[in-house]
């Protein structure tokens, strides 16, 4: 292999080795609280995990150094690369605890949570050591926050390699500095989750659970919430819980996952009134006022519930965690595909695909570039109709303010196809094995725009090929294609050079 082209993996594998090091020193949160709670073999299963993460980690890291600065585009493979390595390892506690049919399905479930789906293959849920359940949540809350934010907020301090990793993780910078950047969105994160864990705590402890008990679901439903990932501590999702409060508090704390982390610095820094002029947050009240109300006319049409406080209480929740990407439901999966009717299942399908803002939590195609595209066609439309010597400008506020550049609508046109070629993907899949065209579209949405809402396609059951497919989904959808296809122009580089 040349010379450089070795140089290239030295550098990617170091940093992917680093990412390793700082995920399996995160097994140790769950492992600590098995050993409390007595959990002899969940304790086990994460620390053979976390010393094989470790192990690989330093082999990579201390074993290759890196030479010279990287590449963007070295950067975005790194990223890649380090979400399937991070599947791969975080995964082994799953496998070897024995909620799941095999390794694939284990791997689903790692990838589901780092890309905060909430999609799951689990057996048993219910009678799941609270240390390995744990995991499945913290998973989901490092990948909501970034993996390798972690990684450069605590371990790159001063390094010029954290801005390529940064910003190839989707991410946009909030403080001129990325470290200080990355680190605002755990501060901000680890603020909300004691106050997110302490509401819900007290409102389960009130609706009549044990202290310990409650308090566990309460920061296991935050960490799903607001990282709009959708794992749950029970089978039956949110529905377990029967609590109106539970509802409107995991609602509240998905609207502050969906919600660009710039947009909640000026926020914090006293400037509320970034919320009613950024072209995100209006796009985003437009396009869940619009699908709310095709949600609640699919209902009354298909006569689902009983009555319209029924339907309102039902569907906006179940609207909600969609377009979030969040995934919770308070309904039956295979209930919602057989008695909501298509105009609701295709609303729902609508705000999958959309998506919540930029730098948040939230996957899909993003407010900002639906916004966008709705800007560039009124611009298109006034300069129809002005005289030809006319110069039509459009104008959005986003922090600050920008005039629409044909570059932006050309990026936001592509980003938009990409994810509709995601969302095609899984449908064809699906169609091929049997499931419906309502089914499949809805199942490859909700997994390309990492939501995890379901109509019951997804199970331990279902092809093996179709768990790949959404495992692909969910890992493009999360990094939102260009790192994925940075990898694999990577890789066919590689073939070629040897």
């Given at each position: 292999m040349a010379g450089p082209y070795r140089e290239d993996l030295e550098n990617i594998f170091h940093y992917v080795g680093l990412v390793l090091l700082a995920l399996g020193l995160c097994m140790a949160v769950p492992m600590a609280v098995s050993l409390v709670a007595g959990e002899w073999c969940s304790a086990l299963d994460l620390f053979i995990s976390l010393c094989a993460t470790v192990g690989a980690g330093n082999l990579l890291f201390f074993g290759l150094r890196p030479k010279g600065r990287i590449t963007w585009n070295q950067g975005l493979v790194i990223v890649a690369l380090s979400w399937l390595a991070a599947m791969l390892f975080s995964a082994l506690p799953l496998y070897l605890n024995g909620h799941y049919a095999s390794y694939l399905d284990a791997c689903f479930e790692s990838m589901s949570g780092l890309a905060t789906t909430g999609l799951t293959l689990v057996h048993d849920l219910d009678h799941m050591a609270y240390g390995m359940n744990l995991w499945r949540h913290l998973i989901m809350f490092l990948g909501g926050q970034g993996i390798v934010v972690l990684v450069v907020s605590y371990f790159m301090a001063g390094s010029g390699v954290a801005a390529q990793l940064y910003v190839g993780e989707g991410r946009e910078s909030i403080l001129p500095n990325v470290v200080e950047s990355s680190r605002f969105i755990w501060r901000v994160s680890l603020a909300y989750l004691a106050a997110g864990t302490l509401s819900l705590g007290i409102c389960l402890i009130l609706e009549g659970m044990a202290p310990v008990r409650s308090f566990f679901h309460a920061a296991c439903l935050f960490m799903a919430g607001f990282d709009t990932g959708g794992f749950?501590?029970?089978?039956?999702?949110?529905?377990?819980?029967?609590?109106?409060?539970?509802?409107?508090?995991?609602?509240?704390?998905m609207v502050l996952g969906m919600l660009n982390f710039s947009l909640q610095y000026e926020v914090w820094r006293g400037k509320a009134g970034e919320l009613w002029r950024n072209i995100e947050t209006r796009t985003l009240t437009l396009t869940l006022l619009l699908t709310l109300g095709l949600v609640l006319a699919g209902l009354t049409l298909a006569g689902t519930f009983s009555g319209f406080a029924s339907d309102l209480r039902r569907g906006a929740y179940q609207l909600v965690s969609g377009h979030s990407g969040t995934g919770f439901m308070t309904v039956y999966g295979p209930q919602m595909g057989a008695r909501w009717g298509d105009l609701a299942l295709f609303a729902l399908i609508a705000a999958m695909g959309l998506g919540g803002c930029s730098c948040s939590t939230s996957g899909a195609v993003k407010a900002i570039r639906v916004g966008m595209i709705a800007k560039d066609v009124k611009r298109r439309v006034r300069k129809t109709l002005s005289p030809s010597s006319a110069v039509v400008l459009e104008r959005f506020h986003h922090i600050r303010d920008y005039t629409l550049t044909e570059e932006m609508v050309s990026t936001a046109f592509l980003v938009t196809l990409l994810y509709l070629g995601l969302y095609l993907l899984g449908t064809v899949v699906g169609l091929f094995?049997?499931?419906?065209?309502?089914?499949?579209?809805?199942?490859?949405?909700?997994?390309?725009?990492?939501?995890?809402?379901?109509?019951?396609?997804?199970?331990?059951?279902?092809?093996?090929?179709?768990?790949?497919?959404?495992?692909?989904?969910?890992?493009?959808?999360?990094?939102?294609?260009?790192?994925?296809?940075?990898?694999?122009?990577?890789?066919?580089?590689?073939?070629?050079?040897?």
């Open positions: 749950t501590p029970q089978a039956q999702s949110v529905f377990y819980y029967h609590s109106l409060p539970v509802e409107l508090i995991t609602m509240a704390f094995y049997g499931y419906g065209l309502t089914a499949s579209a809805f199942e490859s949405v909700s997994a390309a725009g990492n939501v995890g809402l379901t109509t019951g396609v997804t199970s331990w059951t279902m092809p093996t090929l179709l768990k790949v497919t959404y495992i692909f989904e969910m890992w493009a959808g999360r990094l939102e294609v260009l790192a994925v296809l940075s990898m694999f122009v990577f890789l066919l580089g590689l073939g070629r050079r040897r």
